[in-house]
C-alpha cells in the first residue's frame, strides 16, 4: 500500500516562495513516478509539474521557470518549490504517484494510482 502524506503549505505573500513535500511511506519509492496537480475552488484538479524515477521533468506552462520539481529517493520524498508565486498559484496541492518507467513523466490525473490528501497554498495579493 502506497500512503502520500503532503506538508509545507501555508499562507505567503505574492513575491515569496514555499516549498512543499510529499512522502511516501513504501519501499519502492525510487521505481514510482510522481507528480504534483492542484485544485482551486470551482474548479478542476490541474497538472502542476511531474518527475520520473531517473528525474526527467515536465512543468505545465503556468508555472515554467518559477516552480521546480524534485526527488530524494533516499527519502522516500518528492518536492515543490514553488518562487515568484502569485495569487492564482492558490490551491490545494496533490501529490500523486504511479509506477513508471525510467524516463517517463506522467501529465494525466488518470494515469496516477495514488494520491495525497493535500496541502493548502494561499498567495495574498
Known amino acids: 500500500q502506497v500512503r502520500l502524506v503532503e506538508s509545507g503549505g501555508g499562507l505567503v505573500q505574492a513575491g515569496g516562495s514555499l516549498r512543499l513535500s510529499c512522502a511516501e511511506s513504501?519501499?519502492?519509492?525510487?521505481?514510482?513516478?510522481m507528480g504534483w496537480f492542484r485544485q482551486a475552488p470551482g474548479k478542476e484538479r490541474e497538472f502542476v509539474a511531474a518527475?520520473?524515477?531517473?528525474?526527467?521533468?515536465y512543468y505545465a506552462d503556468s508555472v515554467k521557470g518559477r516552480f521546480t520539481i524534485s526527488r530524494d529517493n533516499a527519502k522516500n520524498t518528492v518536492y515543490l518549490q514553488m518562487n515568484s508565486l502569485k495569487p492564482e498559484d492558490t490551491a490545494v496541492y496533490y501529490c500523486?504517484?504511479?509506477?513508471?518507467?525510467?524516463?517517463?513523466?506522467?501529465?494525466?490525473?488518470?494515469?496516477?494510482?495514488?494520491w495525497g490528501q493535500g496541502t493548502q497554498v494561499t498567495v495574498s495579493s
Open positions: 500523486a504517484a504511479t509506477p513508471g518507467y525510467s524516463g517517463r513523466y506522467y501529465v494525466a490525473r488518470n494515469e496516477y494510482d495514488y
Open positions: 513504501g519501499r519502492t519509492f525510487s521505481r514510482y513516478a
Open positions: 518527475i520520473s524515477w531517473s528525474s526527467n521533468t
